[in-house]
């Protein structure tokens, strides 16, 4: 059974960072490519970031790109999102998927919520 626990979210200000994190359990996850994606207030679901199985390559929305970073630890079977300079914008619940950009496999979600 696959199971995606993230955890990191919370009240940040603009400018400031955070750190998501995802525990894969229940599939192979070095064999997966793995993927954030968000969902602001009133809005629907929108890929955030993903990055290949081996972590060869990553790829990033537009309105995140220099300021988010994906990353994995095949070793813990855990995912990351690095996330700095915040803005009100990012606002959201942050969902950790299995698979691409277009997978609806996917955890519970963690809030991020950037304001003063």
């Known amino acids: 059974q696959v199971r995606l626990v993230e955890s990191g979210g919370g009240l940040v200000q603009p400018g400031g960072s955070l750190r998501l994190s995802c525990a894969a359990s229940g599939f192979t996850f070095s064999q997966n490519t793995m993927s954030w994606a968000r969902q602001a207030p009133g809005k629907g679901v929108e890929w955030v970031a993903s990055?290949?199985?081996?972590?060869?390559?990553?790829v990033y929305t537009d309105s995140v790109k220099g300021r988010f970073t994906i990353s994995r630890d095949t070793a813990k079977n855990t995912l990351y999102l690095q996330m700095n300079s915040l803005t009100s914008e990012d606002t959201a619940v942050y969902y950790c998927v299995k698979g691409d950009r277009y997978s609806p496999v996917r955890g519970q979600g963690t809030q991020v919520t950037v304001s003063s």
């Open positions: 990055i290949w199985r081996d972590g060869s390559r990553t």
